[in-house]
């Protein structure tokens, strides 16, 4: 079983340049969400989706964007990436009504 | 708004110590609490869950509606225990968000 796979596992990008986090769910998902990890402040959700065509901001959304056009998929873009972006990046899928969150093994990003 | 505090950022125990991971939560109402594991170069998963009453892997945690706490408890700690730990709520139904803690790392001194 995949679970949720992520990609790129390791990025370096340089201020201003954008990209995009993948995220697939083989687990017929409806709840996707990405969180970001940093030293001292745990994980904090950035965007979260209950389904397909469905997306809301979490606690820190500003300068990324989401889309959720399928059920298995749901990437995150980074508009123009700065330094504070720097983080692990995770994303998570879990059922609707489900307790047991599946995490993919990480992102870690570097802007320079 | 729900709140997680881990006033802990690095717990060091020995090898046959007791454990004790502290959580504390702010909800107005009846939240579920979580306890999630990060094993070094693995992927954060569930330990376990309050609504389960359950122990996993020696691990226990009681819900304190009255002190809003949800410690996480062992008797004598692994050094395969060593981990990042995390305190997580989410308010009833469905598509609740859940927040998380800043985590505590466990390091078992051998």
């Known amino acids: 079983n995949a679970g949720v796979t992520q990609t790129p596992k390791f990025q370096v990008l340089k201020t201003g340049q954008s990209m995009t986090l993948q995220c697939a769910q083989d687990m017929n998902h409806e709840y996707m969400s990405w969180y970001r990890q940093d030293p001292g402040m745990g994980l904090r959700l950035i965007h979260y989706s209950v389904g397909a065509g469905i997306t809301d901001q979490g606690e820190v959304p500003n300068g990324y964007n989401v889309s959720r056009s399928t059920t298995e998929d749901f990437p995150l873009r980074l508009l123009s990436a700065a330094p504070s972006q720097t983080s692990v990046y995770f994303c998570?899928?879990?059922?609707?009504?489900?307790?047991?969150?599946?995490f993919g093994e990480g992102s870690w990003l570097t802007v320079v | 708004a729900q709140r997680v505090t881990q006033p802990e950022k690095l717990l060091s125990v020995f090898k046959g110590a007791p454990v004790e991971l502290k959580c504390n939560y702010s909800?107005?109402?009846?939240?579920?609490l979580f306890w999630y594991v990060q094993y070094s170069r693995q992927r954060l998963q569930l330990l376990l869950r309050?609504?389960s009453r359950e122990s996993i892997k020696g691990f226990t945690a009681d819900l304190n509606k009255g002190e809003t706490s949800f410690h996480l408890k062992k008797p004598f700690a692994q050094e395969e225990d060593s981990a990042m730990y995390y305190c997580?709520?989410?308010?009833?139904?469905?598509?609740?968000?859940?927040?998380f803690g800043t985590g505590t790392k466990l390091q078992v001194i051998p």
């Open positions: 909800y107005s109402g009846s939240p579920e």
């Open positions: 998570a899928s879990r059922t609707t009504l489900g307790n047991t969150i599946y």
């Open positions: 997580a709520l989410r308010a009833p139904g469905g598509y609740q968000k859940v927040t």
């Open positions: 309050h609504i």
